[in-house]
């Protein structure tokens, strides 16, 4: 069993940066690739950024890649989302997940394991 627990969201100006963190219980975190997605307004949970032990195998979406780096320190057990450059199209309210298995993924079913979220509101 994991359970995860998301802080750091905020309102922040368009072009400032803000660093999402997801502290996680659960000795099966190391195991499991982690995730990052985002509910904006009216719109659909979409994929954010995912990776499982290296950055080397990190997967980020196309409307944030360079902007967004997804991180984790197993020490820790957490997962972090640096967020750069911001802009208002970011606001949602952001979802760290663990996934089933170790395997990378997009898709919103490969995670079974959810925090409640954060909220991101960039100003324009």
């Known amino acids: 069993q994991v359970q995860l627990v998301e802080s750091g969201g905020g309102l922040v100006q368009a072009g400032g940066s803000l660093r999402l963190s997801c502290a996680a219980s659960?000795?099966?975190?190391?195991?499991?690739?982690m995730g990052w997605f985002r509910q904006g307004p009216g719109k659909v949970r979409e994929f954010v950024a995912a990776m499982y032990w290296t950055v080397d195998n990190a997967d980020y979406a196309e409307a944030v890649k360079g902007r967004f780096t997804i991180s984790r320190d197993l020490a820790k057990n957490t997962a972090y989302l640096q967020m750069n450059s911001l802009k208002p199209e970011d606001t949602a309210v952001y979802y760290c997940?663990?996934?089933?298995?170790?395997?990378?993924?997009?898709?919103?079913?490969?995670?079974?394991?959810w925090g409640q979220g954060t909220q991101v509101t960039v100003s324009s």
């Open positions: 997940a663990a996934a089933w298995t170790s395997d990378v993924s997009v898709r919103l079913r490969d995670y079974g394991y």
């Open positions: 659960g000795r099966t975190f190391s195991t499991k690739a």
